[in-house]
């Protein structure tokens, strides 16, 4: 199980650097990855998603790599934010309805 | 842009007590979920609905909790006797289609059980 008040691993940048958050996934059966972004006191708000068929795919400013051969998922951020500060969760499903996230990374934008 | 909301934002309550936190999922979406977080942990899955009844739930989701879609907006979960463990953030979350696709989440409910 999980300890109470889990701390969370977390990634500083520099306001226009790029940021590369790692996942790492156990479910070999999971089909479909979404990255979120949560900010305090917020909902989780989705970003970009990729199924297993892909190893890339790009958004606006967002890139995901999966590499399903080590399970392990990535979301990389171009010309980081001071708006892009949050807590950012990985999740996979495999074809049934709930999601399984993970632990999340805290991303802190610096100027 | 569409939204899941939720109300309240914040609920207290005392222990034993029951609670209802309400959702209005988007209006098109036929899938309808229940996830909570803990303060500082990961968002853990509660339950999904879909066609007026739950497809499937979590170890969590017990007999204390239930699920309702009263009307054709609204989707509940209700707490029969609440426990201090049950304080978190909960949030619902709707989608289109069920599993491979995006769910949109609403801003949350804070329950704090005292």
């Known amino acids: 199980g999980e300890s109470v008040g889990l701390h969370l691993p977390t990634l500083s940048v520099q306001e226009g650097d790029n940021s590369i958050i790692n996942c790492a996934y156990s479910n070999s059966a999971s089909d479909y990855f979404i990255w979120y972004k949560q900010e305090s006191g917020k909902g989780p708000q989705f970003i970009i998603d990729?199924?297993?068929?892909?190893d890339k795919r790009q958004g606006q400013r967002v890139t995901v790599l999966l590499n399903k051969t080590v399970k392990h998922l990535s979301l990389q951020i171009a010309a980081t934010q001071p708006g892009d500060s949050a807590v950012y969760f990985c999740?996979?499903?495999?074809?049934?309805?709930?999601?399984?996230f993970g632990t999340g990374t805290r991303l802190q934008v610096f100027p | 842009e569409p939204e899941v909301t939720q109300t309240p934002s914040h609920q207290v309550t005392q222990m034993g007590q029951e609670v209802i936190l309400r959702c209005v999922p988007i209006s098109n979406h036929l899938y309808f979920y229940w996830y909570r977080q803990i303060l500082g942990q990961k968002v853990e899955f509660l339950v999904s609905?879909?066609?007026?009844?739950?497809?499937?739930k979590s170890e969590i989701f017990d007999d204390q909790f239930s699920v309702e879609r009263p009307d054709g907006s609204n989707f509940t979960l209700k707490i029969r006797s609440t426990k201090l463990e049950d304080s978190a953030m909960y949030f619902c979350a709707s989608s289109r289609v069920s599993g491979n696709t995006e769910a949109f989440f609403g801003q949350g409910t804070r329950l704090t059980v005292v």
């Open positions: 609905f879909y066609n007026n009844e739950i497809s499937e």
């Open positions: 999740a996979e499903t495999g074809g049934t309805d709930k999601l399984i």
């Open positions: 990729i199924r297993s068929n892909m």
